[in-house]
């Protein structure tokens, strides 16, 4: 089973999303808040991260930064789903290796797709 973390300050986009990804190969965790991400990323290790940006407490590219300095998360397996659509967010999202960035409100369709490709393969907790 690959687990994803997603983190999102909005109750009912998390809904979304976990009825989006709803597949018996899929464990969703759910923090609404950066911190508390980062906390379930140290002590479960996820397979993959769907980051909202804008989040209370450390916003989701602090989150993504902390993933990748401390080797939580392989570079390509965070995914920011985000209001920020602005080029310059997509640079910096960009600069750190992210690029699989989608912007709300978004396709299920095409999360779905992203997750899908991203965990093809992948060896649940690696």
């Keep these: 089973m690959k687990t994803i973390l997603l983190a999102d300050d909005e ?3 998390r809904n979304l999303v976990r009825t989006t990804l709803d597949d018996p190969s899929y464990r969703i965790l759910e923090a609404c808040d950066g911190i508390a991400a980062l906390e379930i ?3 479960e ?3 993959l991260f769907v980051l909202d940006w ?3 407490r450390m916003n989701g590219i ?3 930064k902390a993933l990748l300095s401390e080797s939580l998360a392989p570079v390509g397996r965070i995914i920011m789903l985000t209001a920020r659509g602005q080029e310059k967010d997509r640079e910096a999202a960009s600069t750190l290796g992210i ?3 989608l912007t ?3 396709s299920p369709r095409e999360l779905l797709a992203k997750v899908d490709a991203l965990l093809d393969g992948v060896v649940a907790n690696e």
Excluded: I, S
Aim: proline share 14%; charged share 30%.
């Design 62 to 64: 602090d989150v993504a």
């Design 11 to 13: 109750a009912n986009l």
């Design 45 to 47: 290790r996820p397979d």
């Design 99 to 101: 690029v699989n960035y």
């Design 104 to 106: 709300k409100p978004f």
């Design 41 to 43: 990323a140290r002590r």
């Design 54 to 56: 804008m989040m209370p």
